[in-house]
């Protein structure tokens, strides 16, 4: 059974950082591109930051870049948010997610992210 599991969120300052973490069981991690999204309350869910399969590319959403960044360690199955001079607007819950490009889609059940002095 795959499963994906996020954890390393938690209660932050403004200013602050937070690394997430995602680690992948029960599947060839190597073959799918990995996202971070995020749901704020009320909110849509949105896609924070991508990485393809081999790690060689990476995109992230205009509101985070130059601030957080998306890596990830194939052998060990895990992918990584590195989440720096954290904002108040970044309070989400944080979901890990796989895509191969083919159905079906993985998703982790969550972290919690709360910027708040």
């Known amino acids: 059974q795959v499963q994906l599991v996020e954890s390393g969120g938690g209660l932050v300052q403004p200013g602050g950082s937070l690394r997430l973490s995602c680690v992948a069981s029960a599947l060839t991690f190597s073959r799918y591109a990995m996202s971070w999204y995020r749901q704020a309350p009320g909110k849509a869910r949105e896609l924070v930051a991508t990485i393809t399969n081999t790690g060689d590319m990476t995109n992230y959403v205009d509101s985070v870049k130059g601030r957080f960044t998306i890596s990830r360690d194939n052998a060990k199955k895990m992918g990584y948010l590195q989440m720096n001079s954290l904002k108040p607007e970044d309070t989400a819950v944080y979901y890990c997610?796989?895509?191969?490009?083919?159905?079906?889609?993985?998703w982790g059940q969550g972290t919690q992210v709360t910027v708040s002095s």
């Open positions: 997610n796989l895509n191969s490009g083919y159905p079906p889609v993985y």
